[in-house]
């Protein structure tokens, strides 16, 4: 049942992927909150009494887990391509003054804090992912990364939780 309603979930976004008209960003970090809200929600059910294979189990849990530890710095882009996706890095850095070397598909960002960069790669079936690497925890690259995501729509909504 539970294995079930993961793969409806992943249908749901699948679909809302290729429904899209414009481009729109999974992101790895959303990837990795599913995948650990399935390995909880699964543990959860095997104390309350449910009767899973352990074996079974524990390989669908490490094979979530490591999936989403893999993409958490990625962003997966549907309907666009690796010129388009480079061309809005280019201009979102450029916009916000953000020194940048060009090195092929690599955007290399020298921040005080340490170097920082994105990939662009193009997958088959028109998907690109863009990979951060390094430290991204200096205001200026943070802002950077910040901008980029409002150039594409998320796939889910934002969940923002106000406390009174």
Known sequence: MLL???????????GGLLLAREPVALKGRVVLALNVAFV?????????GAHFPVALWLSLSAVALL?????????????????????????????????A??????????????????????????IVVLNFG???HQNKVRLARAYLSKQFRGVL????????
């Open 4 to 14: 079930a309603s993961y793969v409806v979930l992943l249908a749901a976004i699948a």
């Open 40 to 48: 909880a929600v699964g543990a959860a059910l095997q104390l309350l």
């Open 67 to 99: 999936t989403g530890w893999l993409v958490d710095r990625s962003w997966m882009l549907v309907h666009t391509d690796a010129d388009k996706a480079g061309a809005t890095v280019a201009m979102s850095l450029a916009r916000l003054l953000v020194k």
């Open 101 to 126: 070397k060009v090195d092929g598909s690599v955007y290399r960002i020298d921040a005080p804090a340490g170097s920082t960069s994105i990939n662009v790669m193009a997958w088959p079936a028109g």
């Open 134 to 136: 390094g430290d991204w």
């Open 157 to 164: 909504p934002p969940v923002v939780i106000r406390l009174p």
